[in-house]
């Protein structure tokens, strides 16, 4: 146990000492192609935002997911065991990604840089206020589930449904309009069929 203890310890040491080199090339890189820092963060947090969001908490269980042909599959919801957490588990997830995009420090109530400024910079404040706006709709849509989705996806999976295209929109959102402002490429595909 010591021996794993310091090899985890050091670890992140390495990592924490790299972090203080890298730090300040990160901040400066603006790089919109690929392997940029700036591009990978952008693409990192919509990839979390759709894949394990919208998809790992919503759309498998509905069923919703090109793949599996219109088969829900309730089994797999987050918490299956616990009928009342998956629901804020998702409020959670939500709540962190809207704050990420929004700058807001985790515990602090101000915001910072973000996604929301950057485009509020280049004069796209009604476009960021549109995504801000299908926050509260995704917040709506998630208020009117019951507290179990495992229930809610096997008897009353339009619910689920209604979810899902609220959380979709914010897909669109970001994969479409957002990069192109940003001018940001795309990072990773998927195959999903948004």
Do not use: C
């Amino acid at each position: 146990m010591v021996m794993l203890t310091e090899s985890l310890q050091n670890n992140i040491d390495y990592v924490v000492n790299d972090w203080k080199i890298y730090i300040k090339d990160y901040i400066n890189d603006t790089d919109g192609s690929s392997n940029g820092a700036y591009a990978v963060t952008i693409n990192s947090f919509i990839k979390a935002y759709e894949k394990n969001i919208r998809a790992e908490k919503v759309g498998y269980a509905g069923g919703f997911i090109p793949t599996q042909a219109g088969k829900a599959s309730p089994d797999i919801i987050e918490a299956y065991y616990d009928g009342t957490v998956s629901k804020e588990l998702l409020k959670i997830a939500v709540e962190s990604s809207e704050n990420f995009f929004n700058g807001k420090h985790f515990s602090k109530n101000e915001n910072g840089k973000s996604l929301y400024s950057a485009l509020v910079k280049l004069e796209q404040k009604d476009y960021a206020d549109k995504i801000n706006n299908q926050y509260t709709a995704i917040y709506k849509a998630i208020e009117n589930t019951p507290n179990s989705l495992k229930e809610t996806a096997i008897s009353d999976n339009k619910k689920m449904k209604e979810l899902y295209i609220a959380m979709q929109k914010n897909v669109a959102y970001y994969k479409t309009y957002m990069l192109a402002i940003l001018n940001v490429s795309v990072g990773y595909v998927d195959s999903d069929g948004d």
